[in-house]
T-cell receptor, first 113, second 114 residues
């Protein structure tokens, strides 16, 4: 079965510092991987996706993610964090049979001024 | 606004009552998904439609839950005889199956069962 794991419940980082939010995946076949962000009492907003091609994927709001097949990881990164980046971040993988997205448990990012 | 629209945004009900949520997807999207999210957790898949056909239902979807998409456009999710454990955010998303792209989510409908 397809699944993703987000090993950190919370990540704290100072404004201006680089941030990393971790995600590992387990799939059969080629992975389709996604990152979403959720602000309080809001729906999920798409950040970026990996389907095929370059291992470094660039997305919205200055975020990027690195696909690493050997480590089965898809970590979200940003070179310089903003206080406004504070939110809940979800990694997801597409189920190849049904096309639905399977989400991780989420990581709360807190950026301190 | 051409995004996914959900209503009501908030619903407070008493245990045992029925509730219905509506989702209007992006107009050209043929696939529509329902998810449930409880506090501090990731969204859990409930069901999805391709046009008007319901293609998969999660085991989370008890027989008190029913979803429809009668004309392949908007969808409704009904919960009968609500229980306190049904309290959650119900999220709707849509996409075009011809693309390998992402799901587009609505703002969600928050249900509180007293």
């Amino acid at each position: 079965a397809q699944s993703v794991a987000q090993p950190e419940d919370q990540v704290n980082v100072a404004e201006g510092n680089p941030l990393t939010v971790k995600c590992t995946y387990s799939v059969s076949g080629n992975p389709y991987l996604f990152w979403y962000v959720q602000y309080p009492n809001r729906g999920l907003q798409f950040l970026l996706k990996y389907i095929t091609g370059d291992n470094l994927v660039k997305g919205s709001y200055g975020f990027e993610a690195e696909f690493n097949k050997s480590q089965t990881s898809f970590h979200l990164k940003k070179p310089s964090a903003l206080v406004s980046d504070s939110a809940l971040y979800f990694c997801a993988v597409r189920d190849s049979r049904t096309d639905k997205l399977i989400f991780g448990t989420g990581t709360r990012l807190q950026v301190f001024p | 606004d051409t995004g996914v629209s959900q209503n009501p945004r908030h619903k407070i009900t008493k245990r045992g009552q029925n509730v219905t949520f509506r989702c209007d997807p992006i107009s050209e999207h043929n696939r529509l998904y329902w998810y449930r999210q409880t506090l501090g957790q990731g969204p859990e898949f409930l069901t999805y439609f391709q046009n008007e056909a319901q293609l998969e239902k999660s085991r989370l979807l008890s027989d008190r839950f029913s979803a429809e998409r009668p004309k392949g456009s908007f969808s409704t999710l009904e919960i009968q005889r609500t229980e306190q454990g049904d309290s959650a955010m119900y999220l709707c998303a849509s996409r075009d199956s011809r693309n390998t792209g992402e799901l587009f989510f609505g703002e969600g409908s928050r249900l509180t069962v007293l």
